[in-house]
């Protein structure tokens, strides 16, 4: 038989953990209420209402897309006193680089700009860096892979061996030319020359205008291959040996950035913010400390953009 006491007790208990759930519940809305508020066009995010440096991410491919480029315009008029350019980025498509370069142009007229690489700054990616005013390199950084490419996957010679055949029609022999279902005619192949020579000319140009080289230390540097960070500082291709730390030490110094600024992370929303459920777990994994299980969420379920046309890209071999 309960005593009276015992169930005075139980209510006790029972009323603690209603009271903790409901200031759960009550933090819980205010987090999210104060992330709609952050999203609302022209009202910037608490971290971001003070002076700070901004540390901006490139990774991936580069595709120039429209989230990227409405961000660093959202950057041209912050209360970021510089720019810190993390870039981890094998490349990307050709016009999503120059789209990103010029972007970045833009921004440094306003702000000062500086690059970082940590693994690889190469092919679209140093198109990116280029867009700083200081590059900054690890001894081991891979940078450069100056040049263009364009690739056709070759599927007739399969697709004969099975008994298929595609029958195309079009207005003129070039239309759709190379596309692999037939063999790439001497005036397709002259026609995706003459579009990678123009990328590669602009390329160069881009390298030689924005490092100061001379038409000998351009030839160098320009026929493709990537080169570490300590073969790069001395052929111009960065400026110092350093990471964030050493680029925040050039802000203060170069650029009279006020010292000891803390530094926020600006990067693009998840894709998965615009889906309600998804939206909702990520906000309550990282509410709850969970942070890494929130970021494999959301790499899980952010699209992956296709890289068409003629590319400005480095693949490695493997391994390394």
């Known amino acids: 038989m309960t005593s009276s006491s015992d169930y005075l007790l139980d209510r006790r208990r029972m009323r603690r953990k209603l009271g903790y759930w409901r200031l759960a519940a009550i933090g819980a809305g205010l987090v999210a209420a104060l992330i709609a508020f952050s999203k609302v066009p022209g009202v910037e995010s608490f971290d971001k209402a003070t002076p700070h440096l901004a540390r901006f991410i490139v990774e991936g491919m580069?595709?120039?897309?429209?989230?990227?480029?409405?961000?660093?315009?959202?950057?041209?008029?912050?209360?970021?006193?510089?720019v810190l350019l993390a870039i981890d980025s094998p490349g990307g498509t050709t016009t999503g680089a120059e789209a990103l370069y010029l972007a970045l142009r833009k921004l440094a007229e306003k702000k000062p700009v500086v690059a970082v690489v940590s693994n690889t700054a190469a092919s679209g990616a140093?198109?990116?860096?280029?867009?700083?005013?200081?590059?900054?390199?690890?001894?081991?950084?891979?940078?450069?892979?100056?040049?263009?490419?364009?690739?056709?996957?070759?599927?007739?010679?399969?697709?004969?061996?099975?008994?298929?055949?595609?029958?195309?029609?079009?207005?003129?022999?070039?239309?759709?030319?190379?596309?692999?279902?037939?063999?790439?005619?001497?005036?397709?192949?002259?026609?995706?020359m003459a579009l990678i020579d123009d990328n590669y000319v602009w390329f160069r140009g881009l390298v030689k205008?924005?490092?100061g080289l001379t038409d000998e230390e351009l030839a160098k540097v320009a026929d493709g291959r990537v080169f570490t960070g300590r073969q790069a500082v001395p052929l111009k291709l960065a400026d110092a040996f350093g990471g964030e730390s050493e680029a925040v030490e050039w802000l203060?110094?170069?650029?009279g950035v006020a010292k000891k600024l803390p530094i926020r992370d600006w990067k693009k929303k998840p894709k998965l913010d615009q889906f309600g459920i998804f939206g909702f777990a990520s906000t309550a994994l990282r509410a709850l400390g969970l942070a890494p299980f929130a970021a494999a969420l959301e790499s899980a379920t952010e699209p992956r953009a296709s890289l068409d046309g003629v590319l400005a890209i480095w693949q490695g071999p493997k391994g390394y």
């Open 252 to 255: 203060e110094k170069t650029k």
């Open 126 to 192: 140093y198109i990116a860096a280029l867009g700083a005013d200081q590059i900054f390199v690890r001894g081991g950084s891979l940078v450069g892979s100056i040049g263009v490419l364009a690739e056709v996957q070759s599927l007739y010679k399969g697709l004969d061996m099975i008994g298929v055949k595609v029958d195309e029609f079009k207005s003129s022999p070039l239309k759709n030319a190379p596309n692999g279902f037939e063999p790439t005619s001497d005036a397709a192949r002259a026609a995706v």
């Open 62 to 82: 580069i595709t120039g897309d429209r989230d990227t480029l409405d961000l660093i315009k959202e950057l041209e008029g912050s209360k970021a006193a510089g």
């Open 209 to 211: 205008e924005r490092r």
